[in-house]
């Protein structure tokens, strides 16, 4: 559905061709026709019809998925409705695919979430049965949509709080989210979705030093994407009290994101094309310094007017093209000063993990996610470094306002009800 609504909606009516992955149709620059004009009010139509979708078929479809997935395996397992899945697809297909900047992950994370509640709810699972049966979904759907099956498995494990993680689990995303990626790929094509890259010299010790400076730059980035992120978010849900009000801040929100999108790379649609693009040296070269310095700045502020104002789409994978934004900038910084390696790729791929890891409060999920991105475990090392500096810097700030500190602080009654069934063993003879 995505790949249609940009085809059509964004391609066709708004002549604007956004950036392509190596697994999205091959890798190509981002390209804009005559109609410059047209952009801004396609985004803005495309918002405002998703908005309406949302609004009078499933309120609770709105926003960017993830944490309605992460406070429903927390609070209501058993109670997510089948049709949020439908309308969810609907309206982030329309969305990110008229230009709106938005992720893949957060309807991915939601859509597979809501299988696994109806499955559970079906089959008559516990409360904590179907709290896992959620979490798997949650995982699969992740790492299919971005071919890390890896980081999606661990990301069910370490996503749903903000101190601690549920290694249980593994061994249950795991296989499943190995089963998601293999089906989707079926259709969609396997390997890295950003194209294998190689690329492992970080630069000597200079370059060493610019790496912590990224993880640095990208806690602050981080931080800023949060703040700003909600901020927009409640300004709007506190303005939009009325039907006409949550339709129309929406469209004007893409119709300023269509504009910043006319000037800025990568902020229309999910941008994870600029990803790829800017761990080419040459194209990285071909912006201009300033273009470059923007691409985070610019990518964030559209994130948050698209969806803060009540578009649909996620905010995990807007993440990664603010760090891959971020990692930019400081290359081209240090290559004009001359203590930059000949290959961007590093600073990319740890840019992408330091500036989202911390802030969804799921550092090494996020790790091996950016390294699967681009088919390259060697660079987990520098990705590492990156993401502790960002760590410390982050502090306990989470963009997933739904994650409870620790396991201990669930005291949901459904969570407190499954452990009690759980003890006893009466509850649970003859079910498989």
């Known amino acids: 559905m995505l790949k249609l609504t940009t085809h059509f909606v964004l391609g066709e009516l708004g002549d604007h061709r956004p950036y392509g992955t190596a697994l999205d149709g091959g890798f190509h620059l981002e390209d804009s026709g005559e109609r410059l004009w047209a952009v801004p009010l396609v985004v803005a139509g495309g918002a405002f019809v998703s908005a309406a979708l949302v609004r009078w078929f499933a309120p609770d479809a709105a926003g960017h998925g993830t944490d309605a ?11 997510i409705r089948g049709r949020v899945a439908v309308v969810k697809m609907a309206a982030s297909a329309v969305t990110i695919g008229s ?47 971005f071919r890390a099956p890896l980081g999606g498995a661990i990301l069910g494990a370490e996503l749903l709080y903000r101190r601690d993680a549920d290694p249980s689990v593994v061994a249950k995303t795991l296989p499943a989210a190995l ?36 993880g640095l730059a990208c806690g602050v980035t981080g931080r800023l994407y949060a703040a700003v ?33 006319l000037f800025v790379p990568g902020v229309l649609g999910t941008g994870y094309g600029l990803m790829q693009a800017v761990m080419d040296r040459d194209v990285l070269l071909g912006l201009s310094l300033w273009t470059v310095l923007l691409l985070a700045p610019a990518k964030l502020a559209g994130t948050a ?15 990664l093209v603010i760090g891959a934004g971020v990692g930019a ?28 890891g911390p802030i969804v409060r799921a550092p090494i999920a996020v790790l091996v996610m950016a390294a699967e991105t681009v088919g ?43 452990t009690t069934s759980e003890a006893d063993p009466a509850d649970t003879a003859g079910r498989p």
Not at 108 to 129: K, M
Not at 340 to 355: E, L, R, W, Y
Request: glycine share 16%; with cysteine; charged share 10%.
């Open 69 to 79: 997935a992460i406070d429903a395996a927390h609070r209501q397992p058993l109670g």
């Open 376 to 418: 390259n475990a060697s660079l987990l090392a520098p990705g590492a470094l990156g993401v502790v500096c960002a760590v410390w810097v982050v502090g306990g700030v989470t963009i997933y306002r739904s994650q409870p500190d620790k396991r201990t602080d669930v005291k949901s009654p459904l969570v407190a009800a499954a």
């Open 179 to 214: 089963v998601g990626y293999g089906v989707f790929g079926l259709f969609f094509g396997y390997g890295p979705i950003l194209g294998a890259h190689h690329a492992d010299a970080v630069g000597g010790p200079v370059g060493v030093v610019l790496i912590a400076a990224i």
């Open 305 to 319: 007017l698209s969806i803060g104002s009540g578009g649909s789409g996620g905010i995990f994978g807007p993440g």
């Open 329 to 356: 900038a400081v290359w081209r910084i240090a290559e004009d000063t001359g203590h930059a390696p000949d290959d961007p790729t590093v600073f990319i791929v740890v840019g992408m993990a330091a500036c989202l």
């Open 99 to 145: 230009g709106g900047s938005g992720g893949t992950e957060g309807p991915a994370a939601q859509i597979s979430a809501s299988f696994g509640s109806v499955v559970a709810r079906r089959a008559g699972l516990t409360p904590q049965e179907a709290r896992t049966a959620v979490t798997v979904g949650l995982a699969a759907g992740v790492g299919a949509i």
């Open 229 to 261: 992120f909600y901020a927009v978010h409640e300004r709007v849900e506190a303005a939009a009290r009325t039907t006409a009000r949550k339709l129309l801040f929406p469209a004007l929100a893409g119709l300023v994101v269509g504009v910043v999108g």
